[in-house]
C-alpha cells in the first residue's frame, strides 16, 4: 500500500542556506558597487558647481541647481541636431550591420561552403595583425574620399571579425545542419533558407550583436573626430566633447577672466554630459536584456 504524499516542505540543509545567504550578499553588495557611481553622476548634474568644488560629490545634491542643464542647452537646436544625428547612426549601422554580420556567419558556419575555414581565418587574423589607423584613415579620407560626409561615420563600423566569430557561433548551435538540408530538399534556396528557417531561431544571437552595435555607435566620437568638417554631422559624445574643451580652454587662456566664464559649471556640465549621454541606453536596454543573457549562453553547454 502507498502512502499518502504529504504537503510538507523538504528542510534546505544547513549547507545551502549559509550558500544562499553568501550568494544574496555578494550579489547585492555588486548591485549596490555598480549603482553607486550612476547615483553619484545623477546627483552631482543636479548639485551647484560651487559645493562640487569645495566639499566633493555626494549621493544627494547638498544645493540642487539646474545651472549645467541649462548651460548644455543654451543652444538646444544643435544638441538636438547631434542626438538627431546619433540615433540616425546608431539605427542605420546597427542595422546594416546585422544583415552583414549575419550573413557573412551564415556563409562561413555552412559546411558545403568550401572554403569557410580560409575566410574565417582571414577574419581572425584582422584582430591580431592591422594596418594600422593612418592607412585606415587614408583610405576613407583620400581614396575613397568620404570625409566630411554622414556615410563614413557609420560605415567603418558596420561589422567586425569578432562579431562575425561570435554570430557563426550562435548559428551552429542553433541551426543543425540537418534542418538546413532537409530545406534544400524540400526546393528552399539558400537565401530563402536564411529567412525563414535561420533567422527565426537567431533572437537571441541578434539581441547580443545588436546590442554590440548599438553601443558602439551611440557611444563612439572618434569617427567624428577624424572625419567631421560640418558641426551638423557630430555625434552626442564629440558634441558634448567638443562643449566641454571650449568651455575649459576659455577658463584657461581667459586673463582677468570676466564673471560670466568664472560661472560656468566645469564640474557638474560633466555629471550633466554622462546623464544625457547614458539616459536613452539606459531607457532601451531592459527591453533586450533577456535576449541579451540568453545570446551569451548559447553554446555555453552542448548535450
Same mark, same amino acid.
Given at each position: 500500500?502507498?502512502?499518502?504524499?504529504?504537503?510538507?516542505?523538504?528542510?534546505?540543509?544547513?549547507?545551502?542556506?549559509?550558500?544562499? %545567504?553568501?550568494? =544574496?550578499? !555578494?550579489? $547585492?553588495? +555588486?548591485?549596490?558597487?555598480?549603482?553607486?557611481? #550612476?547615483?553619484?553622476?545623477?546627483? *552631482?548634474?543636479?548639485?551647484?558647481?560651487?559645493?562640487?568644488?569645495?566639499?566633493?560629490?555626494?549621493?544627494?545634491?547638498?544645493?540642487?541647481?539646474?545651472?549645467?542643464?541649462?548651460?548644455?542647452?543654451?543652444?538646444?537646436?544643435?544638441?538636438?541636431?547631434?542626438?538627431?544625428?546619433?540615433?540616425?547612426?546608431?539605427?542605420?549601422?546597427?542595422?546594416?550591420?546585422?544583415?552583414?554580420?549575419?550573413?557573412?556567419?551564415?556563409?562561413?558556419?555552412?559546411?558545403?561552403?568550401?572554403?569557410?575555414?580560409?575566410?574565417?581565418?582571414?577574419?581572425?587574423?584582422?584582430?591580431?595583425?592591422?594596418?594600422?589607423? %593612418?592607412?585606415? =584613415?587614408? !583610405?576613407? $579620407?583620400? +581614396?575613397?574620399?568620404?570625409?566630411?560626409?554622414? #556615410?563614413?561615420?557609420?560605415?567603418? *563600423?558596420?561589422?567586425?571579425?569578432?562579431?562575425?566569430?561570435?554570430?557563426?557561433?550562435?548559428?551552429?548551435?542553433?541551426?543543425?545542419?540537418?534542418?538546413?538540408?532537409?530545406?534544400?530538399?524540400?526546393?528552399?534556396?539558400?537565401?530563402?533558407?536564411?529567412?525563414?528557417?535561420?533567422?527565426?531561431?537567431?533572437?537571441?544571437?541578434?539581441?547580443?550583436?545588436?546590442?554590440?552595435?548599438?553601443?558602439?555607435?551611440?557611444?563612439?566620437?572618434?569617427?567624428?573626430?577624424?572625419?567631421?568638417?560640418?558641426?551638423?554631422?557630430?555625434?552626442?559624445?564629440?558634441?558634448?566633447?567638443?562643449?566641454?574643451?571650449?568651455?575649459?580652454?576659455?577658463?584657461?587662456? $581667459?586673463?582677468?577672466?570676466?564673471?560670466?566664464?568664472?560661472?560656468?559649471?566645469?564640474?557638474?556640465?560633466?555629471?550633466?554630459?554622462?546623464?544625457?549621454?547614458?539616459?536613452?541606453?539606459?531607457?532601451?536596454?531592459?527591453?533586450?536584456?533577456?535576449?541579451?543573457?540568453?545570446?551569451?549562453?548559447?553554446?555555453?553547454?552542448?548535450?
Amino acid at each position: 500500500m502507498q502512502k499518502e504524499k504529504t504537503g510538507s516542505k523538504i528542510k534546505p540543509s544547513t549547507s545551502n542556506i549559509v550558500f544562499n %545567504i553568501l550568494a =544574496y550578499s !555578494l550579489v $547585492a553588495i +555588486v548591485s549596490i558597487v555598480c549603482v553607486l557611481p #550612476f547615483l553619484l553622476v545623477v546627483s *552631482g548634474s543636479f548639485t551647484d558647481n560651487g559645493v562640487i568644488v569645495r566639499e566633493g560629490y555626494s549621493l544627494w545634491p547638498k544645493v540642487f541647481s539646474l545651472e549645467a542643464y541649462k548651460v548644455i542647452f543654451k543652444n538646444p537646436a544643435s544638441i538636438l541636431q547631434a542626438y538627431k544625428m546619433t540615433i540616425y547612426y546608431t539605427v542605420v549601422g546597427t542595422a546594416v550591420g546585422l544583415f552583414m554580420t549575419t550573413m557573412t556567419a551564415y556563409v562561413v558556419s555552412r559546411k558545403e561552403f568550401k572554403y569557410r575555414n580560409i575566410v574565417t581565418f582571414m577574419m581572425y587574423f584582422t584582430t591580431i595583425f592591422g594596418g594600422g589607423m %593612418i592607412p585606415w =584613415y587614408l !583610405l576613407y $579620407a583620400n +581614396v575613397l574620399n568620404l570625409k566630411g560626409t554622414a #556615410f563614413v561615420i557609420w560605415f567603418p *563600423g558596420i561589422t567586425s571579425s569578432f562579431l562575425v566569430i561570435l554570430m557563426r557561433t550562435f548559428i551552429q548551435s542553433s541551426v543543425p545542419d540537418a534542418i538546413a538540408e532537409s530545406a534544400k530538399i524540400d526546393g528552399a534556396g539558400p537565401f530563402t533558407i536564411f529567412i525563414r528557417i535561420v533567422l527565426p531561431v537567431l533572437k537571441p544571437g541578434l539581441a547580443t550583436v545588436g546590442l554590440f552595435l548599438a553601443l558602439g555607435y551611440w557611444n563612439d566620437w572618434y569617427r567624428s573626430s577624424l572625419f567631421s568638417t560640418n558641426a551638423n554631422t557630430y555625434e552626442l559624445q564629440f558634441y558634448l566633447y567638443n562643449m566641454l574643451s571650449s568651455t575649459t580652454a576659455l577658463k584657461d587662456l $581667459a586673463v582677468g577672466a570676466t564673471a560670466q566664464i568664472e560661472s560656468i559649471p566645469g564640474q557638474s556640465m560633466k555629471m550633466a554630459m554622462a546623464v544625457i549621454v547614458t539616459g536613452p541606453v539606459l531607457l532601451f536596454y531592459p527591453f533586450v536584456q533577456r535576449y541579451f543573457v540568453s545570446g551569451i549562453t548559447v553554446g555555453a553547454v552542448k548535450g
